[in-house]
């Protein structure tokens, strides 16, 4: 069952530590249009099913990208969309939207959702791999 958008939104705005839930919201926007261009296939359409329909609907219209990002430039990409926004900052907006996105899902799909990223991309969800 999808999460509800207040509660994602405020799982977002408490771990991203923002003053309003807009600056929530835009992290969750950018964010999830960055990942949804380097989800595919069924994969990018059961974590769409985890989310409220807005931000499933933006998953599944991403921004395209030519390839896929190592999570530095995705970090990077991410500050460019958001105005005002540093590297620094932006790695906060990544990692308050993308851990809220895995822990709505089970460990199974997490760990599909990772196979598909380049390597990192398990730290800015906050589940570490071993290696």
């Known amino acids: 069952m999808p999460l509800r ?5 405020g799982h977002v705005k408490e771990r991203g530590e923002y003053d309003t839930g807009e600056e929530a919201e835009r992290a969750a926007r950018v ?5 949804g ?13 985890h989310l409220p329909e807005e931000f499933a609907l933006i998953l599944l219209n991403p921004l395209q990208s030519v390839e896929p990002l190592s999570p530095e430039r995705f970090v990077r990409a991410t500050a460019a ?3 005002g926004a540093t590297e620094r900052t932006a ?5 308050a939207v993308l851990s809220t996105a895995a822990d709505a ?21 906050g589940h570490p791999q071993p290696t």
Do not use: C, K, M, N
């Not at 261009?37 to 099913?49: D, F, I, K, N």
């Open 5 to 9: 958008r207040e509660a994602f939104l």
């Open 31 to 35: 964010v999830l249009a960055l990942l």
């Open 37 to 49: 261009a380097h989800l595919v296939g069924e994969v990018r359409a059961r974590l769409a099913a």
């Open 81 to 83: 969309w958001i105005e």
């Open 91 to 95: 790695t906060w907006d990544v990692s």
């Open 105 to 125: 899902v089970d460990e199974d799909l997490l760990d599909q959702i990772l196979l598909q990223l380049p390597v990192g991309y398990d730290l800015l969800f």
